[in-house]
């Protein structure tokens, strides 16, 4: 693999719940999410790590876009309405085989908590960042998908 020259891009995609066309979000200029999966080591008088204690998972983002075209705009309506929608982050333009380590990040039901646009300066174009939740992901390494929350099995 080339590192210096690479063929493929990350490529972040949105879609509106309930209805609406999937969405390229571009340019962009970072896309950031978090699990926090929530594990905590039970202790004892006795001994050290006699357990574990679980806690809800947590999947957060945080999503810095250029306010050029519709996109600042189309994010800004999804939080100003409080409206679910779906962020897929895949791998695109893959003419020379896998270069990335995933091949699709998915975060479902998000919600946009803040949104921080930049100033307008004489010089670049302002950004918007966009923090938010989401109910639940899958991350695809390959043909291995795994989703969180996991549900429990009975």
């Given at each position: ?22 969405e390229?979000?571009?340019?962009i200029d ?6 926090s ?27 810095t876009?250029k306010?050029?075209?519709p ?7 999804l ?28 975060l ?11 100033a ?5 174009a ?27 099995k009975?």
């Amino acid at each position: 693999m080339d590192l210096v020259n690479w063929q493929s891009r990350l490529a972040v995609k949105y879609k509106p719940k309930g209805g609406g066309k999937e969405e390229l979000i571009s340019p962009i200029d970072s896309f950031q999410p978090s699990f926090s999966l929530g594990a905590e080591a039970l202790h004892s008088v006795e001994r050290t790590h006699i357990g574990v204690v679980y806690s809800p998972q947590q999947i957060t983002f945080s999503l810095t876009v250029k306010a050029i075209g519709p996109v600042a705009a189309q994010l800004t309506k999804l939080a100003l309405t409080g409206a679910p929608f779906d962020v897929v982050m895949i791998e695109a333009d893959d003419s020379s085989g896998p270069q990335w380590s995933f091949k699709e990040v998915l975060l479902g039901d998000c919600i946009i908590t803040s949104a921080t646009p930049t100033a307008a300066t004489i010089s670049g174009a302002p950004a918007a960042t966009f923090s938010g939740f989401s109910l639940s992901g899958s991350v695809a390494a390959g043909s291995d998908r795994t989703v969180i929350p996991e549900v429990a099995k009975v």
